[in-house]
């Protein structure tokens, strides 16, 4: 497919650009920067972190001391930036029924309270339905501009699918940071 | 929930190069394990689904229907219902139903209007059938799209404004044949055979029969059985067997009889009592009525200080009536609804929408009508509800 | 065009049925009733005349003593149901630009405080652009359900156009009510 | 305003009822006159008419560019934009560009790419050129849809997610070449001939020049002149001549030539003294900064505390820089704002736009900066403005 072999040249590229940096800790921050992009997340309001006033007010669950998987302060949604699938009839690591996961994703690193490790996480969107439009979350930590397309999120990544409609955004753990264990 | 098993580019990047999930060292907990993205996939609806249909008047260009579980509270996932989309869901919750229209440019080009089937458990489109583009982009009511009783068949509503019936045929996937009704509005469906009648601007019933194409083999008018000038009847039907039930601007009940030969007409009563007419409390909203079968208790939208052009207001209560004995034998509040709808079966629930919030409330059908839970955030001009 | 066509026999349907009443008053009245219909118009929000907030609220003029034409309580807008091209980059009568007039429209009547006189109003709507969006006003005064299409607003106005799609709704005089001089 | 002089139907059928408009009796005054209905059209924009540019996040795909006076306050009407759409508006005010996405169905089928031509007088559609479907579904900046100078070519950004430029001939009326551009992003036009520059993820701008036809003839590499690691730069720039102003996340100015035979780099200045560090003032927002080239001042969006991640915060105040001798000479208060754009000419104003309220302040570009006017509700989700 086109869109692969052009991808497979960008990873290359962005490998090559990675790898400039010495160590084995300093590459793995590279390529957590790289990929804590935004899940499509148009960075229209920004959030504090704290502020979970968007997903609170459309459908989300009532703010409480300890946030759910539908509050904006959730700690693996660090840096999504997008509807939460948990309000859209999804959960944190599945798109809602009738939704099609997004071909291209990115990747934060958020801290986990309950454990005290960081963890990288895959922000996946969902993908062939129009805008979910509830629980709005938005943070923009390590993003960039578009020359640094893997940390960018002023665009959508549900790009590359068959239909680029942006639905909502999942967030899946993929692994633990370098140096956690 | 079902797993995605192919692994997704730049996905793939950071795995290869995170730390291995490794045991955790000793006195601290294991470490989360890898995840894999997941797609849901409803159950069979439990009696308690309900459809929520949003026009989004704002963009009504991306209308949709919200599939909210009704008794948790929960929502559980949408339906894209396009451009002032007409909708329904199958008797057994297996198909949802979207008569709609789209043009190539969204705004612009050639205009389609296409029957859409979403499958009820998936959410996805399972298929799509081309109709005329004469569709009524209409608010959807339940009886501007409807299936026949044996599911053969579904009926569209037709504006463009003249007025006809598009008839689909749902196991061919084909659009078979349009029946003009002019002057007449909306499809009432018969319990038996593949029949429906019409609602007239004289107060009269047309009653079309097809035959086993679909086509119309005959067309019988009925007598007036209402005075649209003195007390319009909302065509927003309820059914109990073969009995449906409509209430008129001013209070009043018109049960109407669709089996046998032709249709037959009860007498009309009132809602109101004197003090009830003093007050002037009328009907009002868009889905205004709903009844629950088992104990025969019809729900009202009402709303005192009633004048003309209130017919849609939201309501101030809900009040329940005994078809049987004709007997008001409840008042419940409201939570400012325009459509109320009632669940059958095992744990039957009436849920009332206020549109400005998006708000579902859901209360027991039992004794006192005790508040189960309250959704908000439900669609921006959600005006149709159905339970499956 | 076969949509002309049916709309003939629509209108001397339409006719016949208000020619029974007998006097040229009563003909008049029914026909301004079946006239004041949706001109597109979901009665999504039903507002009370004086209650402007919808207007008021997105894009209107701050509300004042005398109503002005982007308030829900203007005089002429007695039965508009819609958004208000005044604020739509139109006016009382004209489209904004690059819409498209409606084919088929509906009339009501309206009291003009400034002369005491009843004016027939014809609610055109605009069409060929996606929503508006902007200073929603609704009332349902005579409006009835669509077994009479004349007077019905829970349906598309521009349901004629080349594109349906509804843009905003215009208020115009085009004549005095009966009676009145 | 066009008279529409095609009478409709419907409207007919009481005109010709209603009692005519006769002529007033004694001491009453002439009733109104019988109106026709109109269209309206623009006038030539005057050097501040605001194009304002909708995403609407919650219904994406019926995104929209809001028509404003902004002297005035006034909304003068909408250009549909569709689904993640790019836009731009000829230097003249005559087109507004915007290059966007459809689906047969709204949100599914093939995708197609399309740059549609709207009038700027009329609104209305004068053209619509195929292109790839690869155009970046992205908020819409300066730098993403940038006509030539000479008006002849239009250079689309891509993305899918590996990016490249489209060149569409105006003229022809049609797309003619993709350009390659890896890793960088952004399209800064030049002021003479047919040749951008775009910023690249290693701190250098790749120039590429095309031939009269449209094609690359030859592309080049700058030198490194930012540290896209320690000092990212906003891609939005600001135009000054064939200056290039470009702000630093960290509140560093670089200032690029494009003249000659390839860019020319002058050394970073600081917006900030050591007290503005002290309390992390920042540049924030969407179009974070603005220029008035008369006078040489540019507005930059600032707030305090600033840290990680709040490089899109809206602004506690704007401060103004004279560019010659990079001093600041203003800090203005801010509504909270994402966006700011400036108007040139004689009646030189600072627009500023709040997303949540869709709220423009303007304010005189003069000493104290007065505040003429605000609007609100302008759209949605608005982010980008630009002004004619």
């Known amino acids: 497919m086109d869109f692969l072999k052009l991808l497979d040249g960008f990873t290359e590229r962005r490998t090559r650009t990675v790898a400039q940096n010495a160590s084995r800790r300093g590459f793995l921050a590279g390529v957590s920067k790289l990929l804590v992009a935004g899940a499509f997340a148009l960075p229209v309001l920004p959030f504090d972190r704290t502020n979970a006033h968007a997903a609170g007010g459309h459908g989300a ?3 409480k001391a300890e946030p759910t998987d539908t ?35 990115w990747v934060g690193t958020c801290h986990n309270p309950a454990d005290g490790r960081d963890y990288l996480i895959s922000y996946n969107d969902c993908c062939g339905k129009t805008a979910c439009g509830r629980c709005f979350c938005n943070t923009n930590i390590r993003e960039r501009p578009g020359y640094r397309m893997g940390v960018h999120n002023d665009i959508n990544w549900c790009m590359a699918n068959q239909s680029s409609h ?7 753990v993929v692994g633990l940071e370098e140096g956690q264990s | 929930m079902e797993k995605i098993k192919k692994r997704r580019w730049l996905l793939a990047l950071p795995l290869c190069m995170a730390t291995s999930l490794a045991v955790a060292g000793p006195g601290k907990p294991a470490p989360l394990p890898e995840e894999e993205i997941g797609l849901e996939r409803l159950a069979p609806p439990d009696g308690n689904r309900l459809y929520v249909t949003d026009f989004v008047f704002n963009h009504m260009v991306d209308g949709r229907i919200h599939v909210v579980d009704g008794k948790a509270g929960r929502f559980l996932g949408q339906v894209v219902s396009g451009y002032g989309a007409l909708t329904t869901v199958s008797p057994d919750g297996k198909s949802i139903y979207v008569a709609t229209t ?138 109990l067997g073969e009995d449906r039930y409509f209430v008129s601007y001013y209070g009043n009940v018109y049960k109407v009889g669709l089996s046998g030969d032709k249709p037959s007409f009860a007498a009309p009563w009132s809602l109101l009592d004197a003090g009830d007419r003093k007050q002037a409390w009328r009907p009002g909203g868009m889905q205004v009525t709903t009844l629950h079968r088992a104990s025969g208790t019809l729900f009202v939208n009402m709303h005192d200080k009633g004048e003309e052009g209130s017919h849609k207001n939201p309501s101030k209560e809900i009040w329940a009536y005994d078809v049987s004995s004709q007997k008001r034998v409840a008042r419940i509040p409201s939570n400012g609804a325009i459509s109320l709808v009632a669940s059958q079966g095992a744990d039957p629930l009436l849920y009332s929408l206020n549109v400005e919030k998006g708000e579902i409330v859901a209360r027991k059908i039992a004794k006192g009508y005790p508040k189960l839970n309250t959704v908000a955030g439900i669609g921006e001009t959600s005006l149709f509800m159905e339970v499956r």
């Open chain 1, 61 to 63: 669950a009532k703010k």
């Open chain 1, 71 to 105: 509050d904006c302060d959730y700690w693996r949604y660090c840096s999504v930036d997008g509807f939460l699938c948990s309000c859209c009839g999804g959960t944190m690591t599945t798109c809602p029924p009738g939704s099609t996961p997004s071909a291209v994703s």
């Open chain 1, 166 to 172: 942006y639905h909502c955004t999942v967030s899946i």
């Open chain 2, 102 to 239: 789209y043009y190539p440019r969204l705004y612009r080009g050639q205009r389609s209007d296409v029957v859409e089937i979403h499958d009820g458990e998936t959410l996805e489109l399972k298929g799509e059938i081309d109709i005329p583009a004469k569709k009524a982009q209409a608010a959807s009511y339940r009886s501007m799209l409807v299936p026949s009783s044996d599911g053969r068949f579904l009926y569209v509503q037709n504006a463009t404004p003249a007025t006809s019936v598009t008839v689909v045929d749902l196991q061919a996937r084909k659009f078979v044949a349009e029946i003009p009704t002019p002057g007449c509005w909306s499809i009432q469906s018969w319990g038996q055979g593949h029949r429906f009648s019409t609602i007239c601007g004289d107060g009269t019933l047309l009653t079309v029969t097809l035959d086993e194409a679909g086509q119309a083999k005959s067309r019988e008018r009925s007598p007036r059985f209402f005075d649209p000038d003195k007390d319009p009847i909302y065509v927003h039907p309820e059914m």
